[in-house]
């Protein structure tokens, strides 16, 4: 066989040959770039999550007590051996990733006294800290450095950050005292100390001084009479001296990681690494690390986005399979007469099949290594995926050959019969199909998956269930049109008899099974990605119930009415939270012997009226809208675990929660499994109404306010928060006590942004695009497969009713009666396993994970139905064009002059 011939016959059959190789291509370059596409989302993901978190929680600090030094090394040549050492028993996936370190030794902060500090009436405690590479990230501003040479009569000399030093009145030059005090305030064996240098840094937000205390600020104290904390540099033989005397040190280690060195792809081995580490910590060291909780929720993220491309992958490129399978016997249906003549001629019956192979190794090797050169052009980390591509090769070059020798070589069976019987094997083969794949289903809901994970039974359930529902709808739609066509054969006219009679005897199984598989991974995307949506509009609804939230720890009771005075504001309310509670049996405090609660008190009417203006639709129960105040005890909603351990301990009529110092007696008026305002994860909960409260000598006040308006100003709520935490500090029940950390507000639209746009996000948005646009492409394309496996016997009976007076109006009838129950039936079953199919893997896809904890609910939005009909309309237009233009390039008089075989 030689290479023209084959070449000659390539260019001869060239639209068939264009069409497997371009099927080649696509499937080539999708094995080949979209992996890299979804790294490279991944990778994107994984760092602006991380760039949103402060730099501090990417360290891994290690850290010994306060204690003094006893080794018989110097205190900092001992940290900076064990410096290295640590370093090195870090397991390797997290070593490698390590980007920064830095190590100091520092005394604990002791009380300083000075001319300088008593001109401004100044209370500080100074810690001494010895960092070694602070010569090289700062520059001198004024003074010198600590002397490295140790004299004994020369007092401690310190470094001083200029800011720092500007704030507390010193200069070089001041001197002071440093020591303990005893509880009357007086220093214990004090010493003293210069300030020899003040220096400024080169990036303030280096790393390095990142340590706590910082040496960059001032800390606050934390309360009335405390001392200001300020850290200084101290030279390493001066820290070393007074180690060596017994002042008590301490030592932090801290490695930090860099966000460009981790790898997606190997967050679960980091993980792993990290529990590792805290696992096998030095009894007398401790590790502080907050990396693995963004680690860990972005892993959970990918994992489930993994997964759920794994299924819309296995439906597209099962469609695709199809589709090949569909050009393939395309191509050797119009060549039957050539494979024919071919064995009447004396040919082997594998003579056609070894001329197949011959044209497809010319053509698809070709578009298979095109295809994979493109995919690496796309941008991100490969997969090992090249045994796929080539693995996909191999079968699209054996598809046609195989094709080639499944075509009979007798006479032409007519495929029109009114009754065309299935064989026992076709109906064997359709009986044992649908067990399979209701075997699989179930053993897919009872067994689970591990997310992130290519799990074979994963993908192909969805590929079983479509199959089977196409069979199902092969065998089906015929009797309703037979029916029709037996009314309409009553009637007047030919049109609508003869095109459901022709509908109900087409045969092409393969086709729509294709179709169906098609249009149920893009119906899939779009039911998962509509109930994803819904579902995070409901977690944002819970966690903020209006338009805002202030939080803080204690707000003073006039903060509502200042809040309500800002512009923008139209109603708010208050809402007090009180977490690990204890539960009463009387007014005396004895334990109910019951798990802690989290006590929420909301004002039922202000609640109601927030929400109705902020347009959040929140399940208030009616008790806490119409509770007022009266004798006994108060109605409060409680969480089904709490219920059955009142009733348990015969509380559920009469129990007692302390809120804010008070304690309130309640009975359980009612029972439901979450709250607004409450996490996920709260299973232990009692809502109380706060406009029942009996009258108390210490009213509650709020931990939360919330707000409903229009364009609300977030900096303005945050200042009256602040605000309303400073009256109360000043002018509440109790005074002196603790700072509060500032007011937090947080919009429902800021939440549902930041839900919604960060972690691994658009790996979950690129999945359901390309499933959504790529199911729907190629279900147009094997709609046309469709239209053209029966094309030419329709065109055969076209040309003998046009021969008989059909009108070109009625054979457009004709053909759009033909050709709808088909395309129909195909949209519709598609669409049908496309919403049904989450029902099914929606509780394995872990998509919670991006709807904040709240479970993912299969939504069914009437733009689905209308995206179906307006899909289904497309698709019948798109049948009737590729019809009509198959029947001009045919010629249909031809076709009826050369006969049924042509």
């Not at 001869?12 to 040959?17: M, P």
């Not at 800290?129 to 009569?153: H, K």
């Not at 605000?723 to 500032?742: A, I, K, P």
């Not at 139905?865 to 307006?870: D, G, H, K, P, S």
Request: glycine share 10%.
């Amino acid at each position: 066989m030689s290479i023209g011939a084959v070449v000659r016959r390539v260019r001869a059959y060239g639209g068939q040959f264009l069409l497997l190789a371009v099927l080649t291509l696509v499937v080539t370059l999708l094995v080949s770039g979209v992996p890299r596409l979804v790294n490279r989302l991944a990778e994107q993901g994984l760092r602006a999550q991380l760039n949103s978190e402060p730099a501090a929680r990417r360290d891994l600090s290690y850290a010994t007590g306060e204690a003094p030094f006893t080794s018989v090394k110097t205190a900092t040549g001992a940290a900076r051996e064990r410096f290295d050492a640590l370093a090195k028993e870090m397991p390797p996936q997290v070593r490698s990733v390590v980007t920064e370190r830095w190590h100091s030794v520092e005394t604990m902060p002791g009380r300083v006294t000075g001319p300088d500090l008593a001109a401004r009436k100044l209370l500080v405690d100074l810690g001494l800290r010895v960092m070694p590479d602070v010569q090289d990230n700062s520059t001198l501003v004024d003074g010198a450095w600590p002397s490295e040479t140790y004299i004994p009569e020369r007092p401690i000399e310190v470094a001083l950050d200029a800011d720092v030093a500007g704030k507390l009145n010193l200069r070089p030059g001041s001197q002071l005292r440093i020591g303990n005090v005893d509880d009357k305030g007086a220093m214990i064996d004090p010493v003293p100390v210069a300030v020899s240098g003040l220096f400024r840094p080169t990036d303030r937000a280096s790393g390095m001084w990142d340590g706590l205390p910082p040496a960059l600020r001032i800390t606050e104290p934390l309360g009335d009479g405390q001392p200001l904390i300020v850290v200084g540099v101290v030279a390493q033989s001066t820290f070393n001296k007074r180690a060596a005397e017994g002042w008590p040190i301490r030592s932090d280690w801290r490695y930090r990681l860099g966000v460009n060195s981790i790898d997606a792809r190997n967050l679960d081995q980091l993980i792993d690494g990290l529990q590792t580490m805290q696992r096998s910590t030095p009894p007398d060291l401790t590790l502080t690390q907050g990396v693995d909780v963004p680690l860990r929720a972005f892993a959970a993220q990918l994992n489930a986005a993994r997964t759920l491309l794994a299924v819309i992958a296995a439906g597209v490129l099962a469609t695709l399979a199809g589709l090949i399978v569909l050009a393939a016997t395309l191509a050797t249906r119009r060549r039957r007469a050539e494979y024919v003549l071919l064995r009447a001629r004396g040919g082997a019956a594998t003579a056609g099949a070894r001329r197949s192979l011959a044209e497809s190794l010319l053509v698809v090797p070709v578009a298979a290594a095109l295809g994979w050169w493109l995919g690496t052009l796309f941008p991100g980390a490969p997969d090992p995926t090249a045994p796929y591509a080539a693995a996909v090769t191999v079968l699209v070059t054996l598809a046609l050959p195989l094709a080639t020798l499944a075509v009979p070589t007798g006479g032409a069976a007519r495929r029109d019969l009114v009754r065309l019987r299935p064989s026992a094997r076709r109906l064997t083969i359709e009986v044992s199909l649908l067990l399979l794949a209701g075997l699989a289903a179930v053993l897919l809901r009872r067994r689970g998956l591990t997310l992130g994970e290519v799990d074979p039974l994963l993908v192909s359930v969805p590929v079983l269930l479509a199959v089977a529902a196409a069979v199902l709808a092969l065998r089906a739609y015929p009797w309703p049109l037979r029916l029709v066509s037996r009314l309409a054969a009553r009637t007047r006219g030919s049109v609508t008899f003869l095109g459901t009679a022709r509908a109900g005897r087409s045969a092409v199984a393969a086709p729509l099974v294709v179709v169906v598989l098609a249009i149920g991974t893009a119906a899939f995307c779009a039911v998962v990605a509509a109930g994803v949506d819904a579902s995070r509009d409901r977690a944002v609804e819970r966690t903020v119930p209006a338009d805002a939230i202030v939080r803080g720890e204690r707000l003073a009771p006039d903060t509502l009415d200042a809040v309500s005075q800002l512009p923008g504001v139209s109603a708010v309310t208050r809402v007090a939270d009180e977490p690990d509670q204890r539960l009463a049996a009387d007014a005396l405090g004895t334990d109910a012997r019951v798990g802690p609660v989290q006590v929420l008190l909301v004002d039922g009417s202000g609640l109601s009226t927030v929400s109705r203006e902020s347009g959040v639709v929140v399940p208030l129960p009616a008790v806490l809208r119409s509770a007022e105040q009266a004798s006994g005890p108060l109605p409060a909603i409680v969480s089904p675990a709490v219920a059955a351990d009142l009733t348990r301990v015969g509380l559920d009529r009469s129990a007692f929660v302390s809120v804010q110092g008070e304690r309130y007696e309640f009975r359980i008026a009612g029972s439901q499994d979450t709250f607004p305002l409450l996490s996920e994860g709260a299973g232990r909960f009692v809502i109380l109404p706060w406009q029942a409260l009996p009258a108390r000598t210490t009213e509650p006040v709020p931990t939360s306010l919330l707000v409903a308006g229009d364009q609300l100003d977030a900096e303005a709520l945050r200042q009256a928060g602040d605000q309303g935490q400073e009256r109360y500090l000043r002018d509440g029940t109790v005074t002196g006590r603790e700072r509060f950390l500032g007011a937090t507000v947080d919009t429902r639209d800021g939440v549902r942004r930041d839900l919604g746009d960060g972690g691994a996000n658009g790996v979950l948005a690129f999945g359901f695009v390309a499933g959504a646009v790529g199911g729907t492409v190629l279900g147009l394309l094997a709609i046309a497969f469709t239209v053209l496996a029966g094309a030419r016997d329709r065109g055969q009976v076209l040309s003998r009713l046009r021969t008989l007076g059909l009108s070109r109006r009625q054979w457009r009838g004709l053909l759009l009666v033909e050709l709808t129950p088909l395309v129909g039936t195909s949209v519709l079953t598609g669409a049908l396993v496309g919403a049904l199919l989450p029902l099914l893997l929606n509780p394995v896809l872990g998509l919670s994970a991006f709807t904040g904890g709240v479970p993912v609910r299969v939504a069914f939005e009437p733009g689905l139905v209308a995206a179906v009909f307006a899909l289904g309309a497309v698709a019948l237009g798109f049948a009737v064009t590729v019809e009509a233009l198959n029947n001009r390039r045919l010629r249909l008089g031809e076709v009826l002059r050369l006969g049924e075989e042509s």
